[in-house]
């Protein structure tokens, strides 16, 4: 079983900037893919970036020079670096981790950018 725990969302202006931390309670060179999804309300979940182990990161078209993945391989956390944020980025944020086997959620974080 993996645990991933979120933290790091809040009230942020358009404009402004959002670091979310997901860490796991493995090392996430056993993991074999992780990812951050966004999930508005009424709207089904959004793939925002992914990166496979080894691998390198990918991003949504609307989240493209804006956002960054980064990872501390030492503190098995992976970052979120949210730059420029505007309204539309108003969600509750989800890391993603899987497995061999599983695939596992955090419990989310809200984000809303709003004057």
């Known amino acids: 079983q993996v645990q991933l725990v979120e933290s790091g969302g809040g009230l942020v202006q358009p404009g402004g900037s959002l670091r979310l931390s997901c860490a796991a309670s493995?090392?996430?060179?056993?993991?074999?893919?992780m990812a951050w999804y966004r999930e508005a309300p009424g709207l089904q979940r959004e793939l925002v970036a992914s990166f496979m182990r080894y691998g390198s990161t990918h991003y949504a078209d609307s989240v493209k020079g804006r956002f960054i993945v980064s990872k501390d391989y030492p503190k098995n956390t992976v970052y979120l670096q949210m730059n420029n944020l505007k309204p539309e980025d108003t969600a509750v944020y989800y890391c993603n981790a899987r497995t061999s086997s599983e695939n596992y959620w955090g419990q989310g974080t809200q984000v809303t950018v709003s004057s």
């Open positions: 493995t090392s996430l060179y056993s993991l074999v893919e």
